[in-house]
């Protein structure tokens, strides 16, 4: 059932254009920043030999692609995510939903699921620009992967968030910005720490968790907080769809 509820959702969301226009230009922008800094690595590589273990391709142009990656999808998740409860419920047709035989884990699961598909794609399309530098020159896949890695983790935990403000709201400009401000202060909270990298907020910023895997660090703390996050924001969507199933 948490398939069929994602395919469901998958073809409302590609039957419109806004996820059409959002890929357009995010690949337009990245591949924009994926040109200049070929050309900056390029114009500086007869200075890059002269250095010790110089940085190779993946550290000085895809790594940023990534990382830009990252912000882009931060700023456009909110515009998807806030459709997948609130415009239910705008529509009416979040009272069918719940009300039908089945699990709201099911439907909370099924739509989260949707929303990783899409970004599934733009991660093949930023992976697709990373492998076409094989035809000039080499990559390290290790950290190619570790960045593939952190951008779907990430993705998951805007994905997870964004559906639960979704849940809390019948106005999707509501939800969609609500999320944004939430992601936002995960995602800058280590600015107005102090300089102790063991400190609270910036063990809570959601960048702090990226950019070790953005540098080929794998940890187990940071694979640690992106699963305790997304399964914390599904749970509190589940808990919050099943009080409105018992209390209408």
């Known amino acids: 059932m948490i398939f069929i509820i994602a395919q469901k959702e998958l073809r409302v969301l590609f039957g419109s254009p806004l996820p059409w226009i959002l890929l357009a230009l995010m690949q337009l922008v990245l591949t924009w920043i994926f040109v200049a800094h070929l050309d900056t690595f390029l114009q500086i590589q007869p200075q890059l030999v002269k250095i010790v273990n110089p940085p190779g391709v993946t550290e000085a142009i895809i790594a940023p692609v990534f990382a830009m990656a990252a912000i882009l999808l931060l700023i456009t998740t909110p515009l998807l ?3 997948l409860v609130a415009e239910e419920r705008r529509n009416h047709t979040m009272t069918f939903l719940i009300s039908a035989p089945i ?13 990783m598909a899409f970004f599934s794609v733009v991660i093949a399309l930023v992976v697709a620009l990373s492998i076409s530098l094989l035809a000039g020159g080499t990559l390290d896949f290790g950290l190619l992967l570790s960045n593939v890695a952190g951008l779907f983790l990430i993705c998951a935990c805007f994905a997870s968030l964004g559906l639960y403000i979704s849940c809390l709201s019948a106005y999707p400009a509501i939800a969609a910005a609500g999320a944004l401000g939430m992601l936002m202060m995960l995602w800058v909270l280590d600015l107005g720490a102090d300089n102790d990298k063991d400190s609270l907020t910036r063990n809570l910023s959601l960048l702090q968790h990226y950019e070790n895997f953005n540098r080929g ?12 996050f997304v399964l914390l924001f599904l749970v509190l969507s589940i808990h919050r769809l099943n009080r409105e199933r018992l209390h209408g």
């Open 217 to 228: 660090v794998i940890d187990t703390f940071d694979l640690s907080y992106f699963s305790l």
């Open 103 to 115: 699990s709201i884990s099911d439907i909370v699961l099924g739509k989260f699921l949707s929303l």
């Open 81 to 83: 995510t806030a459709r």
